[in-house]
């Protein structure tokens, strides 16, 4: 669960990552372009990980649930995200299973009132040397029962 910070807001369920969307991210008519959600969505869910022990540093993995790959990438726009500066990213797993889980993410403005997109993204551990899906460490389970959105909470 994230815990609020004069600049971050607090959530029930997963975690808040705020992102900097750079000049160079936008578009013609200053608009965060759309390709950009999914760089912004993985630079939210990087740090939550590697403060947990899963991390690409230094060209080697820190275990092997860093190795997986994107099965499926879903956003719907809400709103633009107009010029440059800092954007929330509340992010949540609703599934985690054997090989593979899901998140489900919001793009919101810092104080919550706005949401600009929303969607999920699916991965798959894999096994480096056969590339076919593999299980997900014990560690990596640990780490993601922190983000299971609770079956409490209405969708």
Known sequence: MSHATADQPTVEFGHVELVTVHFDELDAMGLLHNARYAVLLERALTPYWADRGVSFTGGQLSTPDVF????????????????????????????????????????????????????????????????????????????????LRPTTVPA
Request: aromatic share 12%; glycine share 6%; no cysteine.
């Open 68 to 147: 997986h790959a994107v099965r499926e990438f879903t956003i719907t726009y809400r709103a633009p995200i107009r010029g440059t500066g800092p954007v929330a990213v509340h992010f949540w797993l609703d599934h985690f299973g054997t090989s593979s889980a899901r998140y489900a993410f919001e793009f919101r403005s810092v104080d919550g009132a706005t949401r600009y997109a929303d969607g999920t993204r699916s991965i798959v551990r894999l096994d480096p040397a056969t590339m076919r899906p593999a299980p997900w460490t014990d560690a990596a389970r640990a780490v993601a029962a922190t983000l």
